[in-house]
């Protein structure tokens, strides 16, 4: 196929040396199939900001910082050259994210090198040896989908430990090799110490994925797992290792009478274990 003009200087640079064929296309970029140093990977080419569909990317923004003065005070003011870095940054940050990541042992695509605003890295199969599906395309019984929400739920707790939140995980964002997840997309992740968003898309994203369980266990109780892992890393307690008990209480606070606004179930029962018997309640939030 012809090769992408994003894709030639890495052509150029001795990265790639084919273009196999497009794998898919998303709101942020465009993503091949390509050889790279005698290895399948994939190539992400990340669209320019006018042709992105990505709401709220101020949200995701803020806490993020350049360690380079002029930059940050071109970036403060919105200048043509703010603009400019504010862009390459947001590019950059996928590549960043997955080596620190990685590091970390969170399964993610094993990134290979990051040029001219494109993304090198691992192509995460499939048992058939094929390009590996994302969640939602998966089916899967009772059991299977609590076992993957299960590992997913731990996937997100390893990533809040590390001082990290996705920001837009769901079954769209996860890749199944196996019986193994794999988080894929991570430009928009944020900094759960400095972004002040970072409690409400933990939230939302683990709501996420209590949707992508109710597909196929549609009475599973909603357990306030981000709620807990959120006071959790408030309190510098969290490890990658911490298990979750689900038996999460607030702190007591004035009942207003209005709805918790950041969170997206905020009409729906919130399951909390009532005793070391085992036994729960629901609380109407």
Same mark, same amino acid.
């Given at each position: 196929?012809?090769?992408?003009?994003?894709?030639?200087?890495?052509?150029?640079?001795?990265?790639?040396?084919?273009?196999?064929?497009?794998?898919?296309?998303?709101?942020?970029?465009?993503?091949?199939?390509?050889?790279?140093?005698?290895?399948?990977?994939?190539?992400?080419?990340?669209?320019?900001?006018?042709?992105?569909?990505?709401?709220?990317?101020?949200?995701?923004? !803020?806490?993020?910082?350049?360690?380079?003065?002029?930059?940050?005070?071109?970036?403060?003011?919105?200048?043509?050259?703010?603009?400019?870095?504010?862009?390459?940054?947001?590019?950059?940050?996928?590549?960043?994210?997955?080596?620190?990541?990685?590091?970390?042992?969170?399964?993610?695509?094993?990134?290979?090198?990051?040029?001219?605003?494109?993304?090198?890295?691992?192509? $995460? &199969?499939?048992?058939?040896?094929?390009?590996?599906?994302?969640?939602? !395309?998966?089916?899967?019984?009772?059991?299977?989908?609590?076992?993957?929400?299960?590992?997913?739920?731990?996937?997100?707790?390893?990533?809040?430990?590390?001082?990290? $939140?996705?920001?837009?995980?769901?079954?769209?964002?996860?890749?199944?090799?196996?019986?193994?997840?794999?988080?894929?997309?991570?430009?928009?992740?944020?900094?759960?110490?400095?972004?002040?968003?970072?409690?409400?898309?933990?939230?939302?994203?683990?709501?996420?994925?209590?949707?992508? &369980?109710?597909?196929?266990?549609?009475?599973?109780?909603?357990?306030?797992?981000? %709620? %807990?892992?959120?006071?959790?890393?408030?309190?510098?307690?969290?490890?990658?290792?911490?298990?979750?008990?689900?038996?999460?209480?607030?702190?007591?606070?004035?009942?207003?009478?209005?709805?918790?606004?950041?969170?997206?179930? !905020?009409? %729906?029962?919130? $399951?909390?274990?009532?005793?070391?018997?085992?036994?729960?309640?629901?609380?109407?939030?």
């Amino acid at each position: 196929m012809q090769i992408p003009d994003a894709l030639t200087p890495l052509f150029n640079d001795g990265i790639l040396e084919q273009v196999l064929r497009p794998l898919r296309s998303g709101k942020e970029a465009e993503v091949f199939l390509v050889m790279a140093r005698g290895e399948l990977c994939v190539a992400k080419i990340y669209k320019d900001l006018d042709e992105r569909s990505f709401k709220n990317r101020g949200d995701y923004q !803020e806490g993020r910082r350049t360690r380079n003065t002029r930059d940050r005070r071109a970036v403060d003011k919105g200048t043509t050259h703010g603009r400019e870095r504010e862009e390459a940054a947001w590019k950059e940050a996928e590549h960043a994210m997955l080596c620190r990541l990685q590091a970390a042992g969170v399964r993610v695509p094993a990134p290979h090198a990051f040029s001219d605003g494109v993304l090198v890295m691992e192509c $995460v &199969l499939g048992l058939d040896g094929a390009p590996a599906p994302r969640l939602g !395309e998966r089916g899967f019984d009772a059991a299977g989908a609590q076992l993957m929400f299960d590992r997913l739920l731990r996937e997100v707790v390893r990533m809040l430990a590390l001082g990290v $939140v996705h920001g837009d995980l769901s079954d769209f964002n996860v890749l199944v090799s196996g019986d193994d997840p794999v988080l894929i997309d991570f430009p928009q992740s944020v900094d759960a110490v400095e972004n002040p968003h970072a409690r409400k898309l933990l939230l939302r994203d683990v709501d996420n994925l209590y949707r992508f &369980l109710r597909k196929y266990v549609p009475d599973a109780p909603r357990l306030p797992h981000a %709620e %807990e892992m959120w006071d959790l890393h408030e309190k510098h307690a969290l490890t990658a290792d911490t298990p979750l008990t689900g038996g999460w209480r607030p702190a007591e606070r004035v009942d207003t009478g209005e709805p918790d606004s950041e969170h997206p179930f !905020e009409a %729906e029962s919130i $399951v909390v274990a009532d005793t070391p018997s085992g036994k729960a309640r629901s609380r109407r939030r």
